[in-house]
């Protein structure tokens, strides 16, 4: 996979995860409050600016309240 493929790849990320989160009328402080991110960081990943990890995927995903797979939905 290129890094373009990859760079793509997480900008759709970033876009399902800000989906998610305000289809369910969050912010970034409600998500920050349910997990270990920082909203700062969570931003970032909204906006397709870092590689992150299955344990930031769970995070996320409990942060938010849904089922980690909902996160890979995109």
């Known amino acids: 996979m290129?890094?373009?493929e990859i760079n793509s790849l997480k900008k759709k990320f970033g876009k399902?995860?800000?989906k998610v989160r305000t289809a369910k009328g969050m912010?970034?402080?409600d998500v920050e409050a349910g997990c270990s991110?920082?909203?700062s960081r969570?931003?970032?990943i909204e906006?397709?600016?870092f590689n992150i990890s299955l344990s930031t995927i769970i995070e996320l995903a409990k942060g938010l309240e849904v089922n980690p797979s909902k996160l890979l939905e995109f």
């Open 47 to 49: 906006q397709g600016r």
């Open 42 to 44: 969570i931003s970032k």
């Open 16 to 18: 399902h995860l800000q």
């Open 37 to 39: 991110l920082e909203a």
């Open 27 to 29: 912010t970034l402080a």
């Open 2 to 4: 290129t890094e373009q």
